[in-house]
């Protein structure tokens, strides 16, 4: 393929849609792309290499501070490789944390679901007790 892309090339290249390319170079995690004589962004190698790092980082969820954190990272030789270790240790203490709470959640409504099937018609368990918090098993008040 050629050495510049096209942004449509480059949503194609990396599943990313264009107004999401487009918002990652204004936010600066993307550097700007160079301009045609057409004045239309023409992108390049370490574009779609950047593009690929973000969407990765993205998709195992790391929010946007971590992935400029990870990315200057990865430009920088003097960087202390436990830096990065300690970014994606502490993501992963946040999606432990979630997985608890939505453990906690499915545990909640799985109660709440089995209350109801054992109710009769007249009496909801499913709405009685989202209409009353004291019902249920366990505190999730966020």
Same mark, same amino acid.
């Given at each position: 393929m050629s050495d510049a892309y096209s942004i449509g090339q480059l949503s194609k290249l990396t599943g990313c849609k264009v107004t999401t390319i487009r918002w990652y170079e204004k936010e600066g995690l993307l550097p700007d792309a160079s301009r045609s004589e057409g004045n239309q962004r023409r992108y390049? /190698? #370490?574009?779609? !290499? !950047? $593009? =690929? &790092?973000? =969407?990765?980082?993205? +998709? $195992?969820? &790391?929010?946007?501070?971590?992935?400029r954190q990870l990315q200057h990272l990865s430009r920088c030789d003097k960087h202390d490789c436990h830096e990065a270790d300690q970014i994606a240790s502490s993501h992963l203490q946040q999606v432990q944390q979630r997985i608890k709470s $939505? /453990?906690?959640? +499915? !545990? +909640? $409504? /799985?109660?709440?679901i089995s209350r109801c099937q054992q109710g009769d018609a007249s009496h909801c368990q499913v709405l009685e007790v989202l209409a009353d #918090?004291?019902?249920c098993q366990r505190d999730h008040q966020a």
């Amino acid at each position: 393929m050629s050495d510049a892309y096209s942004i449509g090339q480059l949503s194609k290249l990396t599943g990313c849609k264009v107004t999401t390319i487009r918002w990652y170079e204004k936010e600066g995690l993307l550097p700007d792309a160079s301009r045609s004589e057409g004045n239309q962004r023409r992108y390049h /190698q #370490h574009h779609l !290499t !950047t $593009l =690929r &790092f973000i =969407r990765h980082a993205r +998709e $195992l969820g &790391f929010d946007l501070n971590a992935v400029r954190q990870l990315q200057h990272l990865s430009r920088c030789d003097k960087h202390d490789c436990h830096e990065a270790d300690q970014i994606a240790s502490s993501h992963l203490q946040q999606v432990q944390q979630r997985i608890k709470s $939505l /453990q906690a959640l +499915e !545990t +909640e $409504l /799985q109660a709440m679901i089995s209350r109801c099937q054992q109710g009769d018609a007249s009496h909801c368990q499913v709405l009685e007790v989202l209409a009353d #918090h004291s019902l249920c098993q366990r505190d999730h008040q966020a």
